[in-house]
């Protein structure tokens, strides 16, 4: 499997896991994965069976649900006992470019004059073997993400060089990676609570006056 395969893999694997983390219910079936994450169904099946098999799904026959039209599905799916945690270790793998809980970024800004002098820098920092990296274009500029694991010293070594060669760089934590549809879910919940809150102060503002 080369690298692009395994990328897209991993994905596919963490878009189910998300899709049930994120639902309402706790069994899906193959046809509600898809419809979640946007896959072919018959693909999404074939890959909560290989989900099952590692021992990050769990799945039954279907519940009869009065009123049912059409083929009834074989299987409906969920998360095994403690799956979150089991689907953050084997997602874990440190595919390039990936980014995951706890990584420790450095940011590198350079343009035409500086480019040079970040290449002699990365070329001579042995650190780089332990990280993964992605390049952003912005107008004339670009920023270099380098990306490491929770080592302090393999990301102060980095600061500490393009810090001597004069090179502009941030240095951040990666707090939290999702799909689309968590992020979604976490802004409609960030909303809802929002809207309480208003609601609560104009009650307040009305009684008050």
């Not at 898809?34 to 799945?59: F, H, Y």
């Not at 490491?148 to 810090?163: E, H, I, S, T, Y």
Request: hydrophobic share 40%; proline share 2%.
């Amino acid at each position: 499997m080369d690298q692009d395969d395994q990328s897209r893999w991993h994905g596919a694997r963490l878009a189910l896991g998300q899709a049930l983390l994120t639902s309402s219910q706790e069994y899906l079936t193959a046809s509600e994965l898809a419809e979640a994450t946007g896959k072919d169904a018959s693909n999404v099946g074939k890959l909560a069976e290989r989900m099952v098999a590692d021992g990050l799904l769990r799945s039954r026959e279907p519940r009869r649900i009065g009123g049912h039209r059409g083929r009834r599905p074989s299987k409906e799916y969920a998360l095994m006992a403690g799956g979150r945690v089991r689907l953050d270790e084997l997602l874990e793998t440190r595919i390039p470019g990936a980014l995951c809980r706890g990584q420790q970024l450095i940011l590198a800004e350079v343009d035409q004059r500086t480019y040079g002098d970040l290449l002699l820098v990365l070329s001579d920092t042995s650190v780089l073997s332990q990280a993964t990296w992605s390049a952003l274009w912005h107008g004339d500029r670009q920023e270099y993400v380098i990306a490491f694991g929770d080592d302090d010293g393999l990301v102060g070594d980095m600061a500490a060089a393009l810090d001597a060669a004069g090179i502009p760089f941030r240095r951040t934590t990666v707090v939290n990676v999702g799909s689309a549809q968590q992020l979604v879910a976490q802004a409609r919940r960030a909303s809802r609570t929002a809207e309480r809150t208003r609601l609560r102060q104009r009650t307040r503002r009305a009684a008050a006056g």
